[in-house]
């Protein structure tokens, strides 16, 4: 544990990401939790704990700080309390439970149409007393809440990602989509009712591969985002 929260803590320093002792804490708990459930609901193919932490939470820890940026551009413009984040496929809750834990302004609901996957965001939810998370058993489609940041990762193209989640996306809202390599061709086929307003090219502490952050939001939207 000791060394895991070493490479932890580096993580976040190489990612310029401020965290408390406790975020950090609730980090590797949700860690653990992950190892100890995927011995009987398969939430993950990687089983090693340094790969784990590398391939899962360090890689949606690199999402925060351009999350953080966005939330700081929406809040304002947000009414009837906090903002809302819809985690679409969110499988063992990546990037969902870290932006819960980093986050804790926001209210983070994962949904996924596997049950026992939205069970485990339950227990995580109640093992670390993260009020603000929600795992959702349910087809995205079928969601009726609104929601003003719709996230992704590795879930399908940005064309079904969009057209499946479109009914949940609220008034200014937008989506994000974690991909690895620049997604030109998916990017290409959009629909002509969703513009791509920016892509970030992100840095995974100790992971050799291509990363990336697609942010879009329906064509008709004020310009809530011009400075992501």
């Known amino acids: 544990?000791?060394?895991?929260?070493?490479?932890?803590?580096?993580g976040l320093t190489a990612l310029d990401l401020t965290l408390s002792?406790?975020?950090v804490d609730s980090l590797l708990a949700y860690h653990a939790l992950i190892?100890?459930?995927?011995?009987?609901?398969?939430?993950?193919?990687v089983r090693d704990p340094g790969d784990m932490l590398t391939h899962h939470l360090l890689d949606s820890l690199a999402v925060i700080v351009p999350l953080r940026r966005q939330l700081a551009l929406m809040s304002p413009s947000v009414k009837g309390g906090a903002v809302r984040l819809l985690d679409v496929g969110s499988g063992?809750?990546?990037?969902?439970?870290v932006a819960a834990i980093c986050c804790p302004d926001i209210r983070v609901d994962c949904v996924d149409t596997v049950g026992k996957k939205a069970a485990f965001i339950q227990q995580v939810a109640v093992t670390l007393r993260l009020t603000n998370l929600r795992g959702v058993h349910a087809r995205v489609e079928s969601l009726t809440d609104q929601y003003q940041i719709?996230?992704?990762r590795a879930f399908a193209s940005l064309t079904d990602f969009t057209h499946w989640s479109a009914q949940a996306l609220a008034p200014q809202g937008v989506w994000l989509a974690m991909k690895g390599r620049h997604p030109?061709?998916?990017?290409?086929?959009?629909?002509?009712?969703?513009?791509?307003?920016?892509?970030?090219?992100?840095t995974v502490p100790g992971l050799e591969a291509e990363r990336c952050l697609i942010w879009m939001k329906p064509v008709d939207?004020?310009?809530?985002?011009?400075?992501?």
């Open 1 to 10: 544990m000791q060394a895991l929260a070493s490479t932890l803590r580096a």
């Open 21 to 23: 002792d406790a975020q």
């Open 35 to 45: 190892q100890k459930w995927n011995k009987v609901y398969n939430l993950t193919a």
């Open 92 to 97: 063992a809750g990546l990037p969902g439970v």
């Open 150 to 152: 719709i996230s992704s």
């Open 184 to 202: 030109a061709d998916e990017l290409a086929a959009l629909s002509p009712e969703v513009q791509m307003f920016h892509v970030e090219h992100l």
């Open 221 to 228: 939207h004020q310009d809530v985002s011009s400075g992501c």
